[in-house]
């Protein structure tokens, strides 16, 4: 299996902090590589995919990018609405698998 | 917009039969763009993918599940499933399902989730 590793596994931040998560496999994917949010009680929610690709309705504050096996997730001005958990997830092979999660929390 | 509902037993005893179906709204399962997924959400093991299954039939399995592991579409009701055998308490967790595009395996839209407890 294709382990993904993030870091932080926690970070906290201020209303207007630009954020950045990291995400690596242990195996080049290609940029199979798909982040999502996930606030408590929530279904993940699909923010990026193919590494650098917005979906829609996403707002433009969320950047991905990245290749080979180092992927980031970037938060330009970080939102009150931001504040939950967000997960990296290679989609190049089977079995599909996420990294532990990076928990952004009010500074 | 596309929607999935989970439904089946919250509580299931070890050793037996966890059954989960999940229905699809505003969408065909017959789409050719989708497959159809299970993902399951632990607080130790975090998000663990299960499996796809396209309208055809044809399903990708996570090898850690597989010999206990069904997973089946019915294009008739618009439905997928999951059957998992056999199961122990480290089998509880939230279960969601999903949607994944064929091209970059994305999950684009998820179930709200269903707890699924094994115990006696």
């Known amino acids: 299996d294709i382990q993904m590793t993030q870091s932080p596994s926690s970070l906290s931040a201020s209303i207007g902090d630009r954020v950045t998560v990291t995400c690596r496999a242990s195996?080049?994917?290609?940029?199979?590589l798909n982040w999502y949010q996930q606030k408590p009680g929530k279904a993940p929610k699909l923010l990026i995919y193919a590494a650098s690709t917005l979906q829609s309705g996403v707002p433009s504050r969320f950047t991905g990018s990245g290749s080979g096996t180092d992927y980031t997730l970037t938060i330009s001005s970080l939102q009150p609405e931001d504040f939950a958990t967000y997960y990296c997830?290679?989609?190049?092979?089977?079995?599909?698998?996420f990294g532990q999660g990076t928990k952004v929390e009010i500074k | 917009q596309v929607q999935l509902q989970e439904s089946g037993p919250g509580l299931v005893k070890p050793s037996e039969t966890l059954s989960l179906t999940c229905t699809v709204s505003a969408d065909s399962i017959t789409s050719s763009y989708y497959y159809w997924a299970w993902i399951r959400q632990t607080p130790g093991k975090g998000l663990e993918w299960i499996g796809s299954?396209?309208?055809?039939?044809?399903?990708y399995r996570n090898p850690s599940l597989e010999s206990r592991l069904t997973i089946s579409v019915d294009t008739s009701k618009n439905q997928f499933s999951l059957k998992l055998t056999s199961v122990t308490a480290a089998d509880t967790a939230v279960y969601y399902c999903?949607?994944?595009?064929?091209?970059?395996?994305?999950?684009?839209?998820w179930g709200q989730g269903t707890l699924v407890t094994v115990s006696s």
């Open positions: 997830q290679q989609s190049f092979r089977t079995p599909r698998t």
């Open positions: 999903a949607r994944e595009g064929t091209k970059e395996h994305d999950l684009d839209h």
């Open positions: 195996q080049t994917i290609n940029s199979f």
């Open positions: 299954i396209y309208y055809s039939g044809s399903a």
